[in-house]
């Protein structure tokens, strides 16, 4: 091979390394981009007004298995408990299920 090819060949080379490495670093910072935006959605989930939902939500999918031993676990296990306490306090004590049956259905 000639000098000239050589050089072309290296320079071809560089090119195709330089255009990968960009492209992969570009693909790294999206991910990363991607990973801190669904992070901030968890959180928000967890202070709208389905946060009970949401939260119940993420349990099932993450945190049945390992038992609420993680960190994010225990923040969704104490917001499904102070869940748990708001609808108990919005359930009367007797309830329409509780009273008797009428005559009529003996």
Do not use: H
């Amino acid at each position: 091979m000639s000098t000239t090819k050589k050089i072309m060949t290296a320079g071809f080379g560089a090119n195709v390394f330089f255009i990968a490495t960009m492209v992969v670093c570009r693909e790294w910072k999206k991910y990363a981009k991607e990973e801190e935006r669904l992070t901030q959605k968890k959180v928000r989930e967890l202070t709208q007004d389905f946060k009970c939902y949401f939260a119940a939500r993420q349990y099932y999918q993450e945190c049945r298995q390992d038992m609420g031993t993680s960190e994010i676990c225990k923040q969704v296990i104490s917001v499904l408990q102070t869940c748990q306490d708001e609808l108990y306090t919005k359930i009367p004590p007797v309830t329409p299920a509780m009273s008797p049956l009428p005559v009529a259905f003996r």
